[in-house]
C-alpha cells in the first residue's frame, strides 16, 4: 500500500425493493483476500420477513456480488450479523433471531463455513437466554482464546463471553452497567495485554463510555464516560496493524449523522484525527470496521437504511481528513 491518502466510497448493493429496509452491517477479510460483508434486511426494522443477507466483493474486483441470503427464520426477525474469521481459517457467522416482538427476546446463534463462506454448516444457539445479543466482531487474545463483545438487551448491560477451545464451548464474564445503559460493546487488546472496551450508551445519548480488564477479560472495571461523543448508536474500533487504533462512530449526540473515524496513536488516551466519512441529512450509522492484509481499512455502514455502503481508506486519509484532538 503506497504512502499518500486512499479515500474511496461505494455501495454494496442498490435498494432493494423486496426488502426496502437494511441495517446493521459488518464485514471481514477472508483468507483468499476477499472481502465478505452481511447485514439484516426486510420490509422494516423486527419484522418477520428480515433475514440476514450477505455480499462478496473478490480481491482483484471492484463489484460487490448480488446478495444472498445467509440465514432466515421463517415468520421471526434476524438481526445484528458478525463476521469473523478464526485462527484456524473458519469464517463465523454470530446472528440473533427474535422470539418475541423485541429485541429482548433474541437468542444468539452462530455457524462457520470452512471454505471461506460459500458454504455453511449447522446453525446452533449460542445463548438461549433471551435478551442477550451481538453486535461488534469478536477478536483473538494474546493467549489464543476467542473473546465476542456481547450485551443484554434487557438491562442494557454489556459484557464479554469467551471460548478457550476454538468456539466450542463459551463462558461469560462481565454485567458492565452505567447511568444511562451501556451495549454493544467493542474491544481491543492493547500493547500491555489489557483490554480497552468502548460502550455505546443510552437514554437521550451524550457520550461513549469505556471499560478496561487487566485478565484477559475475566473481570473488568467500573464503566466510566469518555468525552468521545455518542447519539444512541453503534460504535467500533479495530487494532491496526501500526499498534494505532481507529474507531467508527457518530461524532454526535442526537441524530445519526456526521459519520466518522478518529485516529488514536496512544492507544485510546487521546483521539487527534478525526475525519467525516459522510455528512448530510439522514442516517449514517452502524460502522464496522477492519484492517486488511494489505493495511487498507475498510468500514460498511447504513446508509438511510436503503442500502448499505462500504469506505475503503487508511491512516494517511484519516491524518489528512482531520485534526480535531478530542481524549479518551
Known sequence: MGEGAFFQ???????????????????TELPNGDLLAAWYAGSYEKAGDVAILCSRLPREEDKWSEP?????????????????????????????????????????????????GFTWGRTRVLRHRLGWMARNKP??????????????????HSMVMISEDGGETWNSYGDIGAPQGVIQPTVVQLS?????????????????????SLDDGRTWSSASPTPLRNPNSAIELVKLASG???????????GRTPLNIALSLDEGATWPFNGVLEAGEGEFSYPAIIQDADG???????????????????????????KQTLSG
Open 9 to 27: 466510497v461505494k455501495n454494496v448493493f442498490e435498494l432493494d425493493p423486496r426488502r426496502p429496509s437494511c441495517h446493521g452491517s459488518t464485514i
Open 68 to 116: 444472498i441470503v445467509l440465514a432466515d427464520t421463517p415468520d421471526k426477525s434476524e438481526g445484528n450479523p458478525v463476521l469473523f474469521v478464526d485462527d484456524k481459517r473458519n469464517v463465523w457467522l454470530f446472528f440473533v433471531t427474535m422470539y418475541g416482538a423485541g429485541w429482548t427476546t433474541c437468542k444468539i446463534k452462530c455457524k462457520k463455513s470452512a471454505d471461506g
Open 139 to 156: 477478536i483473538i487474545l494474546e493467549n489464543g482464546d476467542i473473546l465476542l463483545p456481547v450485551y443484554d438487551e434487557t438491562k442494557w
Open 244 to 254: 494505532n487504533i481507529a474507531l467508527a462512530f457518530n461524532d454526535t449526540t442526537r
Open 192 to 212: 500491555n495485554c489489557s483490554l480497552l472496551m468502548y460502550m455505546r450508551t443510552g437514554g437521550g445519548g451524550g457520550c461513549i463510555w469505556k471499560s478496561v
Open 296 to 322: 487498507y481499512i475498510h468500514i460498511v455502514y447504513t446508509n438511510r437504511r436503503v442500502n448499505i455502503r462500504h469506505v475503503k481508506t487508511n491512516e494517511a486519509w484519516i491524518k489528512e481528513g482531520g
